[in-house]
C-alpha cells in the first residue's frame, strides 16, 4: 500500500483554506457595498465616502485574489515546470495599485469638501453602518490571519492588509461622524478622510513591497537560511554547506545547495546523505522542494558569492 505523500496533503489543506479564505472576503465586501453605499446617500459624508471607496476597491482586489488563487494553486504543468505561484505577487501589485488610485481620489473629494464645507445629515445612521462593519471585518481578519499562518500566503496577506485598514478607516469615520454631529465641526469629515488618504498610500506601499519581494525572487530570511545550513551541517558526513539559494513561489518553497562530502565515500553513499538532508529540511519546511548537489570537500571550484552569504 502507497504511503499518503505529506508534502501533497499539506498543499491540498493549504489550497482548501486560501479559497476559503477569498470566498469569504468576497462576501464580507459585497455586504459592506450594499451598507456603506445606503450609509453615504443617506448622510453625504465624506469619511463615509471614503470608507465606501476603499470597499469598492477591496472588492475589485478580493476579487483579483480569488482568480490568482486558483491560479497559483493550479499544479505544475509542461510550460510551468515551477508552478503559477507568481500569481499571487501579481495580484498582490495589482492591488496595490488600486490602493494608490482611491486614495488620489479621496484627497479630490476631500480638497472639494473643504473650500465647501457641508454639514453631515442623518449621522447616527452612518455610525450605525460603521459600527456593522467594525464587527463583520473583525471576523474576516481573525479568520484571514488565521489562514496566512498556516499558509503563509502573499495573496490572502495582502487582502488582509485592506480589511485592518477598514477597521481603522472605520472606528475613525465613526469619530468624525460623531464630533461633526455634536459639535458641529463641518471641515473633521473631509480632514478625516485626507488622514485616510495617507493611511491608504501607506498600505499600498507595504504590499507592492512583498509582492516585488515575491516577484524578484527574494532569499528566504536570513535566520531561515541559518537555519537550513544547521540542518545540513546536523549530518556529520556533510562537513560544509555553500551556493545556498532559496525563493519562494505561491504556497511553494525552493531551496538549492551544495553539500561537501569526504572525497572517498562512495556515490550511493553520498546519495543517501543528500536525501537524509532533504527530509531534515523538508520535516521544517514541508512546502519546500529541495535540490541538493555532493561535492567532495577539498577541491577548489569556482563558486557562485553574494552578499547575502
Given at each position: 500500500?502507497?504511503?499518503?505523500?505529506?508534502?501533497?496533503?499539506?498543499?491540498?489543506?493549504?489550497?482548501?483554506?486560501?479559497?476559503?479564505?477569498?470566498?469569504?472576503?468576497?462576501?464580507?465586501?459585497?455586504?459592506?457595498?450594499?451598507?456603506?453605499?445606503?450609509?453615504?446617500?443617506?448622510?453625504?459624508?465624506?469619511?463615509?465616502?471614503?470608507?465606501?471607496?476603499?470597499?469598492?476597491?477591496?472588492?475589485?482586489?478580493?476579487?483579483?485574489?480569488?482568480?490568482?488563487?486558483?491560479?497559483?494553486?493550479?499544479?505544475?504543468?509542461?510550460?510551468?515546470?515551477?508552478?503559477?505561484?507568481?500569481?499571487?505577487?501579481?495580484?498582490?501589485?495589482?492591488?496595490?495599485?488600486?490602493?494608490?488610485?482611491?486614495?488620489?481620489?479621496?484627497?479630490?473629494?476631500?480638497?472639494?469638501?473643504?473650500?465647501?464645507?457641508?454639514?453631515?445629515?442623518?449621522?447616527?445612521?452612518?455610525?450605525?453602518?460603521?459600527?456593522?462593519?467594525?464587527?463583520?471585518?473583525?471576523?474576516?481578519?481573525?479568520?484571514?490571519?488565521?489562514?496566512?499562518?498556516?499558509?503563509?500566503?502573499?495573496?490572502?496577506?495582502?487582502?488582509?492588509?485592506?480589511?485592518?485598514?477598514?477597521?481603522?478607516?472605520?472606528?475613525?469615520?465613526?469619530?468624525?461622524?460623531?464630533?461633526?454631529?455634536?459639535?458641529?465641526?463641518?471641515?473633521?469629515?473631509?480632514?478625516?478622510?485626507?488622514?485616510?488618504?495617507?493611511?491608504?498610500?501607506?498600505?499600498?506601499?507595504m504590499i507592492g513591497q512583498k509582492a516585488l519581494?515575491?516577484?524578484?525572487?527574494?532569499?528566504?530570511?536570513?535566520?531561515?537560511?541559518?537555519?537550513?545550513?544547521?540542518?545540513?551541517?546536523?549530518?556529520?558526513?556533510?562537513?560544509?554547506?555553500?551556493?545556498?539559494?532559496?525563493?519562494?513561489?505561491?504556497?511553494?518553497?525552493?531551496?538549492?545547495?551544495?553539500?561537501?562530502?569526504?572525497?572517498?565515500?562512495?556515490?550511493?553513499?553520498?546519495?543517501?546523505?543528500?536525501?537524509?538532508?532533504?527530509?531534515?529540511?523538508?520535516?521544517?519546511?514541508?512546502?519546500?522542494?529541495?535540490?541538493?548537489?555532493?561535492?567532495?570537500?577539498?577541491?577548489?571550484?569556482?563558486?557562485?558569492?553574494?552578499?547575502?552569504?
Open positions: 500500500m502507497t504511503e499518503p505523500d505529506p508534502r501533497a496533503a499539506l498543499l491540498a489543506r493549504n489550497g482548501a483554506l486560501m479559497k476559503r479564505a477569498t470566498y469569504a472576503s468576497v462576501a464580507v465586501v459585497a455586504i459592506l457595498l450594499v451598507a456603506k453605499t445606503a450609509a453615504w446617500l443617506i448622510t453625504d459624508s465624506v469619511s463615509v465616502l471614503s470608507s465606501l471607496l476603499d470597499s469598492l476597491l477591496d472588492a475589485a482586489a478580493s476579487l483579483i485574489n480569488l482568480f490568482a488563487v486558483r491560479t497559483a494553486l493550479t499544479p505544475a504543468d509542461r510550460e510551468h515546470r515551477f508552478g503559477h505561484g507568481k500569481a499571487e505577487p501579481l495580484a498582490g501589485l495589482a492591488q496595490s495599485a488600486f490602493i494608490a488610485g482611491s486614495s488620489v481620489l479621496l484627497v479630490l473629494e476631500a480638497v472639494r469638501r473643504i473650500m465647501t464645507p457641508q454639514a453631515v445629515a442623518h449621522g447616527e445612521v452612518g455610525v450605525a453602518v460603521m459600527l456593522f462593519s467594525v464587527v463583520l471585518t473583525v471576523a474576516l481578519v481573525a479568520y484571514q490571519r488565521h489562514v496566512i499562518r498556516l499558509t503563509q500566503s502573499v495573496a490572502i496577506d495582502a487582502d488582509s492588509l485592506h480589511y485592518q485598514s477598514d477597521l481603522l478607516i472605520n472606528i475613525g469615520v465613526i469619530l468624525s461622524l460623531a464630533l461633526s454631529m455634536w459639535l458641529d465641526w463641518r471641515a473633521l469629515d473631509p480632514l478625516f478622510a485626507l488622514v485616510i488618504s495617507a493611511y491608504l498610500l501607506r498600505t499600498s506601499w519581494d515575491r516577484l524578484m525572487d527574494r532569499e528566504l530570511p536570513d535566520p531561515d537560511r541559518a537555519r537550513i545550513r544547521a540542518i545540513a551541517l546536523a549530518r556529520p558526513e556533510v562537513r560544509a554547506v555553500h551556493d545556498l539559494r532559496s525563493r519562494s513561489s505561491g504556497p511553494d518553497l525552493f531551496i538549492q545547495m551544495h553539500l561537501e562530502m569526504d572525497g572517498g565515500m562512495s556515490l550511493l553513499r553520498s546519495h543517501e546523505v543528500a536525501d537524509a538532508v532533504e527530509r531534515d529540511v523538508m520535516a521544517v519546511y514541508p512546502n519546500a522542494e529541495v535540490i541538493i548537489h555532493q561535492d567532495p570537500s577539498g577541491i577548489e571550484e569556482p563558486r557562485k558569492t553574494f552578499a547575502a552569504g
